[in-house]
T-cell receptor, first 113, second 109 residues
Framework: KAGVTQTPRYLIKTRGQQVTLSCSPISGHRSVSWYQQTPGQGLQFLFEYFSETQRNKGNFPGRFSGRQFSNSRSEMNVSTLELGDSALYLC????????????FGSGTRLTVV | AQTVTQSQPEMSVQEAETVTLSCTYD???????LFWYKQPPSRQMILVIRQEAYKQQNATENRFSVNFQKAAKSFSLKISDSQLGDAAMYFCALDKLTFGKGTLLTVNP
């Protein structure tokens, strides 16, 4: 059974650009959550999608957005990149919304220069 | 607002010994889940153990066990017979939304 797949693994972008990250959940998992991990702030929740609808949203500016497709794959977009957006972005999937535990991907390492 | 606090930024343990990682949390919910995750250098977060708040019995998974004190809002992780492969960053988490800052565990041979 394939795990959670995040692409790309590494990304370097310039300030002001935008970026799209992709997450393919485990087959049958309908909930996808996104997190930003930085050395200073630790792991912070970005948002959660279930059945193509955003169910929860963390405390991030509107430059951070996401969506989920009918096959449960999810994308996250960050517009007008800032240096502080450099981070490891993790995606996690679970069967349902209930927080019984979820499987993480290996993350996308975004560097903004 | 929910909070999770891990007061030990770093811990070390000798191989085959036992170590306990601390976690305290705060929530106004009466029903919730608590988790311990392990993140090795490969970056992938791996679920170590899960505790449902309404269950009084402490969860165990092989060498990993928790001491869940609901009234004190404490959720510590005990690793018995530590192995070199246990070396990683350990995160305590409350439901899906809130993570602690992590404890870096070093296992000395």
């Amino acid at each position: 059974k394939a795990g959670v797949t995040q692409t790309p693994r590494y990304l370097i972008k310039t300030r002001g650009q935008q970026v799209t990250l992709s997450c393919s959940p485990i087959s049958g998992h309908r909930s996808v959550s996104w997190y930003q991990q930085t050395p200073g702030q630790g792991l912070q929740f970005l948002f959660e999608y279930f059945s193509e609808t955003q169910r929860n949203k963390g405390n991030f500016p509107g430059r951070f957005s996401g969506r989920q497709f009918s096959n449960s794959r999810s994308e996250m977009n960050v517009s007008t990149l800032e240096l502080g957006d450099s981070a490891l972005y993790l995606c996690a999937s679970s069967i349902g919304q209930a927080p019984r535990g979820y499987t993480f991907g290996s993350g996308t390492r975004l560097t903004v220069v | 607002a929910q909070t999770v606090t891990q007061s030990q930024p770093e811990m070390s343990v000798q191989e085959a010994e036992t170590v306990t990682l601390s976690c305290t949390y705060d929530t106004s919910e009466s029903d919730y889940y608590l988790f311990w995750y392990k993140q090795p250098p490969s970056r992938q977060m791996i679920l170590v153990i899960r505790q449902e708040a309404y269950k009084q019995q402490n969860a165990t998974e092989n060498r990993f066990s928790v001491n869940f004190q609901k009234a004190a809002k404490s959720f510590s992780l005990k690793i018995s017979d530590s192995q070199l492969g246990d070396a990683a960053m350990y995160f305590c988490a409350l439901d899906k939304l809130t993570f602690g800052k992590g404890t870096l565990l070093t296992v000395n041979p």
